[in-house]
């Protein structure tokens, strides 16, 4: 059974960091397209932040430079550290994982796993 279980949400003032973890069990997070989302209320889903198997990464325009995806193998656990968060980026974060190295604007193009979230909000 695959299981993706994101933690480390919170509330942060503007110019805040916070960094969230995503914890996988049941596949090898080496071996798929990893990927960070988000959804804000009455907005759609969009991709944040992806990485493949090779390591290769993207980013969605408003997070370039403020935002890094990365992950532990060992752990089997993916990461995404968040700096310099506007309130523009409350959001419930997802993390995701694809079976394809496939990848795009911030997203894995084939998502097949899903995890609960983890809400983000930041605000004064």
């Known amino acids: 059974q695959v299981q993706l279980v994101e933690s480390g949400g919170g509330s942060v003032p503007p110019g805040g960091s916070l960094r969230l973890s995503c914890d996988v069990s049941?596949?090898?997070?080496?071996?798929?397209?990893m990927a960070w989302f988000r959804q804000a209320p009455g907005k759609e889903r969009e991709g944040v932040a992806a990485i493949n198997a090779y390591r290769t990464t993207t980013y969605v325009d408003s997070v370039k430079g403020r935002f890094t995806i990365s992950r532990d193998n060992a752990k089997n656990t993916l990461y995404l550290q968040m700096n310099s968060l506007k309130p523009e980026d409350t959001a419930m974060y997802y993390c995701a994982a694809g079976s394809s190295a496939a990848m795009s604007g911030g997203r894995c193009l084939r998502t097949d796993y899903w995890g609960q979230g983890t809400q983000v909000t930041v605000s004064s």
């Open positions: 049941g596949i090898t997070i080496t071996s798929y397209c």
